[in-house]
């Protein structure tokens, strides 16, 4: 019984390890950065934004598989809103679907706005279909 107490103690351990390493390595990655998804009325909930050549993705900020939002880049429209309080910046992201508010870093919301634009228009990719 003691034996199978601490198997089971220590593949949650292992587990929780696993799942601290994953995040802190999806941080570091240069298309990705962390941000505060703003939800209506209270509530806030930290995540992670994932940019790769065609889309960017809000995934939480530790169940890493669950998708909390998704644009495609070429529909993909930024909105800066009035910074808050610390300084950050607050952006309104939206691409045809309900728009959300994050809260990010000043500089990653520069890249995110160099990345939005630098990406081929909707009128260009419709050409390489």
Do not use: H, N
């Not at 601290?20 to 505060?36: D, E, G, H, K, N």
């Not at 890493?64 to 952006?91: C, K, M, N």
């Amino acid at each position: 019984m003691l034996i199978a107490s601490a198997a089971v103690g220590a593949v949650i351990v292992l587990s929780a390890l696993a799942l601290v390493m994953r995040r802190r390595a999806l941080a570091r990655v240069t298309a990705a950065f962390p941000a505060v998804l703003e939800r209506e009325g209270p509530g806030r909930e930290r995540v992670i934004g994932v940019y790769d050549e065609s889309r960017l993705r809000l995934t939480g900020g530790w169940r890493l598989s669950r998708e909390r939002w998704s644009a495609d880049r070429s529909r993909l429209q930024i909105d800066r809103l009035p910074a808050d309080e610390a300084g950050r910046a607050v952006l309104e992201l939206s691409a045809g679907t309900r728009p959300v508010r994050v809260v990010v870093d000043p500089d990653d919301a520069g890249a995110l706005r160099a990345w939005s634009e630098a990406g081929p228009s909707a009128a260009s990719s419709f050409w390489r279909r």
